[in-house]
């Protein structure tokens, strides 16, 4: 235990992946926080203050997705999985939760849209957002930025050093992986905008939240979510691209007002 009073926990899904997540908080409803590709709970949440910010007033749990952080590494460098959100949910006994995903973990907070929105009191979908779905719509999108943070390269290099020593490798190896070109490169627009396909945006009652940095496309991945839902609130940090919204020492303290904020005004 930490001297925040975090706690460590383990369950193992039912296709027998162990995984790894941390609990913060003794009171209020639940907060589910998904971090991003090559990220992890604490990384993602803990580092830059996020989940204690919340377990102020909620009981906050952070998953380690599958292939990231002290979870099992079934596909070492592969993505985590929705369905495993829900197995935690059911371990907890977590009847309903906000559930905040990151990026990678906004696509999964996506694809829970569709498998449990009456498990979900809001949706947060950080450095992320739904993706317009029709070529007609997609063409209406307002233009984005094409100015870069200088701070994302360094970000990126410190983001790929951390994942590669929790998968096992020395600080010299980290730096040299650290140093290569990608071999897997984040999502596309195009793997995006497939993912976003099969979600129906027209049924979702709940409040959602996107929160996204100013150079890191934030219309492209919000102007569905403005379109489509009865109850959105878009959140667009000036000056930050995908990493310096959240990393800490970068990530700009509207990220964790604005979360707070609206996870404690749409509460049960």
Not at 4 to 19: A, P, Q
Not at 51 to 68: K, P, Y
Not at 123 to 152: H, I, K, Q, Y
Not at 209 to 227: C, F, Q, S, V
């Amino acid at each position: 235990m930490a001297d925040d009073g975090r706690e460590h926990g383990w369950f193992t899904t039912s296709d027998g992946v162990k995984l790894h997540y941390l609990q913060l908080g003794q009171s209020g409803s639940w907060v589910v926080l998904i971090h991003g590709y090559t990220g992890s709970a604490e990384g993602n949440w803990f580092a830059n203050g996020v989940a204690q910010a919340l377990a102020e007033r909620h009981r906050v749990v952070a998953i380690d997705c599958r292939n990231h952080g002290k979870s099992d590494k079934p596909e070492p460098g592969g993505p985590g999985k929705a369905e495993d959100v829900v197995e935690l949910m059911n371990h907890l006994g977590i009847e309903r939760a906000h559930v905040h995903g990151y990026s990678m973990g906004g696509m999964l907070t996506g694809r829970l849209l569709t498998l449990i929105p009456d498990r979900m009191i809001t949706a947060g979908f950080g450095g992320s957002g739904v993706r317009e779905a029709d070529e007609e719509f997609a063409r209406l999108v307002p233009e984005d930025s094409d100015a870069v943070d200088p701070e994302e390269a360094v970000a990126s290099r410190n983001l790929r050093i951390s994942f590669a020593m929790t998968n096992g490798k020395t600080r010299e190896q980290a730096e040299a992986i650290a140093d290569r070109p990608r071999e897997r490169p984040p999502l596309t627009p195009e793997q995006a905008r497939r993912a976003a396909v099969g979600i129906d945006l027209r049924k979702i009652t709940i409040p959602v939240l996107a929160i996204n940095g100013e150079y890191d496309r934030p219309m492209a991945k919000t102007h569905r979510l403005w379109r489509e839902l009865n109850d959105f609130t878009n959140v667009v940090l000036p000056g930050k691209s995908h990493l310096t919204a959240i990393v800490a020492g970068y990530m700009p303290p509207e990220y964790l007002k604005a979360t707070v904020r609206f996870i404690d005004s749409n509460d049960e």
